[in-house]
């Protein structure tokens, strides 16, 4: 079980830790003071060296030593507070928005907006990773803010006072043809849920949507609406 070795060393183990979860198990209140407080650490020593070991200060006031993560580290410690669903320490997810890698900014997306519908909170930065930032290459951030745009407007809001921009920004970045073709298929289940209709509705993700007014498999009534509506 992970612990303090001699109230000096405290080893990490996140996927240890999310096994517990997984059964059941709520994660000890000095594990989750040191996951907070190397995740802190994390986003203050950007030019650490996965290995290298960092001082953190636990809630009652004791230093140790931890072990300082690796990317694949650091996403595993960010699914503990997603999993362990830590709502109070979301301020330490907020800070990984910034982090400018694609796969920890698209589950700190995931976790606040999708897990913890907090999306109206983050709506403008999730809007602005939707529209495409320069180190996103492969399109992993702006398809998880396209997604939770659609689960935003799915969830009650396509009615509310920012429904407009975010129909307008679906039904534009759908339209442009320069968009990336997988960005225009995450638009269109967005649009699709957005409509009304269940995920058992839409097409699979890995399936290969020719979009063409001649493909009747194709929603142009709903495409259409939006782009009318945006």
Known sequence: MTG???????????????NRINSGEAPEEEEVEAIVATLELVRVERDYVRGDTGTITLGSGRQAQVRMPGVDETYSLIKVMGRANLKDQRGVLES???????LIVS???????????????????VVNFALGVAWDEEYDVADTAIR??????AGGEESGPEAPQVKKLLSEL???????????????????RASGKAWEEIPSECSLIEFSRDNPEVQWSVIDQFKELG
């Open 107 to 125: 589950l700190v997306i995931e976790i606040l907006c999708l897990n913890w519908e907090l999306t109206e909170d983050y709506l403008e930065q």
């Open 4 to 18: 303090v070795e001699e109230d000096i060393f405290f080893q990490l183990d996140a996927e240890e830790i999310l």
């Open 148 to 153: 939770v745009l659609g689960e935003f407007l």
């Open 174 to 192: 759908f339209e442009d043809k320069r968009s990336d073709h997988w960005i225009r298929q995450r638009c269109y289940f967005s649009m699709l």
């Open 96 to 102: 990984f928005l910034k982090h400018e890698d694609p």
